[in-house]
């Protein structure tokens, strides 16, 4: 998965997701033995399906703020602009929910950013994260007040919480969402991302389940506007679980330490395509992404040979990005592709191929062989960055 940015090493050697499955206590096959630790941790917590009626009231549009050390995941903030959206079409409030350890500080850009109401879990035992603690945090908190709708970000703490959380409250969820939107009629949210190997862009419906549950990548939506001086209504919950009874510890925290940051937070990207031609030539990709300031990125064919790492692929099988400025060289422009990349502000097509479909999606299009004009916008562009003759701007 892309987002990997640290792992942590569990007493449970099993995979955490498991556990959690299998906290469901009156599940049938899926169920741990009445003896397990799991099933004795979750029995504390009866969770049971959330049946709401047809009719439902309006009960809020719920997005998870993911929190680490104090620190929230930025897709938190761009869940809670497009769940304000949602909100304001299905006449019903906005809500976050936090949970960890000396949360407070946080609780006030909860509503900065947009949350009417911020329903918070302070407890020791929330942070670290582990998908133990934190499912049965939501679930608590999903019984208590039967959201609508519910948004994680598809990080790979999201990823882990979402999946166990659906599975305890028996409801649909639909991964990596690329749209999201509302039939305000029938109170459904329509959850739309890529399906059958991406070839068609699917939108779910969850009939008649509650909460409504979508991830979606970091980068998908733009991140609201921050308002200092807006306010929310702040609810506080006990987590109620005893230590005791707890299976799972981190033990260990390993960052990953590289240098070079990650593809999702770039301004500004240069990727290259099977178009490119070799190894190489992609030395012409990396070179104007140096004179630039900006990463190189990559289709999954330049990936595949080997041209490029996999943490720097683009699409729906690598990252979703969202840069001020992407140029896709020698990339023709395959769903799987723009899927990951087709919200950037600026985007600029270079493709010998006048009918590639890159350009349907491109600001600016050059119809030219890219090993010539990537190294003339090299010289051209980082004389122009670095002050030299042919000027002193030093932003594009
Ligand atoms: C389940 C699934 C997941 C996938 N996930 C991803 C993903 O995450 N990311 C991804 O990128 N793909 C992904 N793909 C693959 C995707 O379908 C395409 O095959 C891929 O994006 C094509 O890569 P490309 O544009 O580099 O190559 P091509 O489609 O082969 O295009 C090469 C382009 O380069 C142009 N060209 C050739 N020579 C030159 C030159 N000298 N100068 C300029 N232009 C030139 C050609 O006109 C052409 O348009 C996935 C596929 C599946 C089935």
């Not at 009960?59 to 304001?88: C, K, N, T």
């Not at 850009?109 to 929330?126: E, K, R, V």
């Not at 080997?306 to 692929?313: E, I, K, L, R, V």
Request: glycine share 10%; aromatic share 6%; with cysteine.
């Amino acid at each position: 998965m892309p987002d990997n940015r640290s792992t942590k090493a569990f007493k449970d050697s099993s995979n955490p997701t498991d556990g959690s499955k299998n906290s469901v206590s009156d599940r049938g096959p899926a169920t741990a033995p009445e003896s397990s630790p799991i099933a004795k941790a979750h029995e504390q917590i009866p969770i049971e399906s959330i049946e709401a009626p047809k009719n439902l009231p309006a009960h809020g549009v719920w997005v998870y703020i993911e929190q680490l050390q104090g620190e929230v995941a930025p897709v938190s903030w761009e869940l809670m602009g497009v769940g304000r959206q949602l909100a304001d079409k299905l006449n019903c409030p906005l809500s976050g929910v936090l949970l960890g350890h000396d949360i407070q500080p946080l609780t006030e850009l909860a509503f900065q950013y947009g949350a009417d109401t911020l329903y918070a879990i302070d407890d020791p035992m929330l942070e670290p994260y582990t998908n133990e603690c934190h499912s049965i945090a939501l679930v608590q908190l999903c019984q208590a007040h039967h959201p609508e709708i519910l948004l994680i970000g598809a990080t790979t703490t999201g990823r882990d919480l979402s999946g166990s959380v659906a599975t305890a409250l028996r409801t649909g969820l639909t991964a990596d969402c690329t749209q999201l939107d509302v039939d305000v009629d029938n109170r459904k949210l329509l959850q739309t991302r890529p399906a059958f190997g991406g070839n068609i862009l699917a939108t779910i419906l969850c009939r008649d389940r509650w909460p409504q549950m979508a991830t979606v990548r970091p980068r998908v939506f733009p991140e609201p506007e921050k308002q200092p001086h807006r306010r929310g209504a702040l609810v506080w919950s006990d987590l109620g679980l005893d230590p005791s009874r707890t299976v799972m510890e981190v033990v260990d925290r390993i960052l990953d330490e590289r240098t070079e940051g990650y593809l999702d937070e770039a301004d500004i990207i240069i990727a290259g395509g099977r178009g490119i031609g070799s190894k190489e030539n992609f030395r012409y990709v990396e070179e104007l992404a140096q004179a630039i300031g900006g990463m190189i990125g990559a289709s999954r064919p330049a990936v595949e040979s080997g041209w490029a790492p996999y943490s720097h692929q683009v699409g729906q099988t690598g990252f979703t990005v969202r840069p001020k400025l992407y140029i896709a060289a020698g990339i023709s422009g395959a769903i799987q592709h723009l899927v990951g990349m087709q919200n950037s502000d600026v985007i600029v097509a270079i493709n010998k191929d006048p009918d590639a479909p890159i350009f349907r999606v491109a600001t600016y299009g050059i119809v030219g062989d890219a090993a010539t004009i990537l190294p003339a916008l090299t010289l051209e562009l980082g004389a122009r960055m670095h002050g030299g003759p042919l000027g002193n701007e030093r932003q594009l």
